[in-house]
């Protein structure tokens, strides 16, 4: 059972115009989500997160926004640059306990083209 | 730098081979999490410690274990590897109790030939 799902194995966009990235989920109980940006041959680091309180947070060029009703985020990236160029993951922390083991989905591989 | 290191960075192991992925941290974080990542499958949880001398079991445990004997190391071996163990390995570390998130090594690269 899949719980984060984010469909969109890969997305290009141009130099300054908008990334968005879709990530859904199944369990209720999540309340807490991270998202994880990953280079090749690095390991995953720390993005943006959204606590389930919230509809929206935003840090620089990076946004989420989280629809609890329809268990959806998006990751915003505006305007996008070459760096971003990278794998995203969706990871929201499993329910319960005092560590944060993460459920990530399959990730989307987001490409910048200058 | 504080951080944590992994190693080796990659290895090419025969079937059956025993194996340890070693997995150090210099931030005093409480927890450690061991990962897989597969193509198309994202990152999987193996096994994870909440702090020193406790184990838990994650999503993908079969084949693989761990120990914590103190708060800075967090070994992960292979006792018998198969091809199917051929994965990259990442490993992670977070403060318990609603701290710090989780920091990731640069992953081992596993190959079960």
């Known amino acids: 059972d899949q719980q984060v799902k984010q469909n969109s194995p890969s997305l290009s966009v141009q130099e300054g115009r908008i990334s968005i990235l879709n990530c859904d989920y199944t369990n209720s109980m999540f309340d807490y989500f991270l998202w994880y940006k990953k280079y090749p041959a690095e390991g995953p680091t720390f993005l943006i997160s959204i606590s389930s309180i919230k509809d929206k947070n935003e840090d620089g060029r990076f946004t989420v926004f989280l629809n609890k009703s329809a268990k959806h985020l998006s990751l915003h990236i505006v305007p996008s640059q070459p760096g971003d160029s990278a794998v995203y993951f969706c990871?929201?922390?499993?329910?319960?306990?005092?560590?944060?083991?993460?459920?990530f989905g399959k990730g989307t591989l987001l490409t910048v083209n200058p | 730098i504080a951080g944590i290191t992994q190693a080796p960075t990659s290895q090419i192991l025969a079937a059956g081979r025993r194996m340890t992925l070693r997995c150090t941290q210099d931030?005093?974080?409480?927890?450690m999490y061991w990962y897989r990542q597969d193509l198309g499958l994202g990152l999987r949880l193996i096994h994870y410690?909440?702090?020193?001398?406790?184990?838990g079991k994650g999503e993908v445990p079969d084949g693989y274990s761990v120990s914590r004997a103190n708060t800075d190391d967090f070994p992960l071996t292979l006792a018998s590897a198969v091809p199917s163990q051929t994965s990259v390995y990442f490993c992670a570390s977070s403060d318990g109790n609603g701290g710090r998130l989780p920091v990731f090594g640069q992953g081992t690269r596993l190959t079960v030939v």
């Open positions: 990871a929201p922390p499993k329910v319960g306990g005092s560590n944060y083991k993460l459920t």
């Open positions: 931030m005093r974080h409480n927890a």
């Open positions: 410690s909440n702090t020193a001398g406790t184990t």
